[in-house]
């Protein structure tokens, strides 16, 4: 499932540095994924907080 709030040129930046799912962003944390794509702290941040809030938001709507 995409998540609309990244966009196209986040997406191939994440997939040409190895990252091919939300889960593996999730679990390389902040550092290594500022190391891996070259983004900086605050957009790095910004994109786990979106796919956290993601997340959160698909596990509420389908626990019902």
């Given at each position: 499932?995409d998540?609309?709030?990244?966009s196209?040129?986040?997406?191939t930046?994440?997939?040409?540095?190895?990252?091919?799912?939300?889960?593996?962003?999730?679990?390389?944390?902040?550092?290594?994924?500022?190391?891996?794509?070259?983004?900086?702290?605050?957009?790095?941040?910004?994109?786990?907080?979106?796919?956290?809030?993601?997340?959160?938001?698909?596990?509420?709507?389908?626990?019902?």
């Amino acid at each position: 499932t995409d998540v609309e709030e990244i966009s196209d040129d986040l997406r191939t930046t994440l997939l040409n540095a190895g990252f091919t799912s939300a889960d593996e962003i999730l679990d390389a944390g902040l550092e290594q994924l500022m190391n891996a794509t070259g983004l900086g702290e605050e957009e790095g941040q910004d994109l786990l907080n979106t796919l956290n809030t993601y997340f959160d938001e698909y596990q509420e709507n389908n626990a019902e």
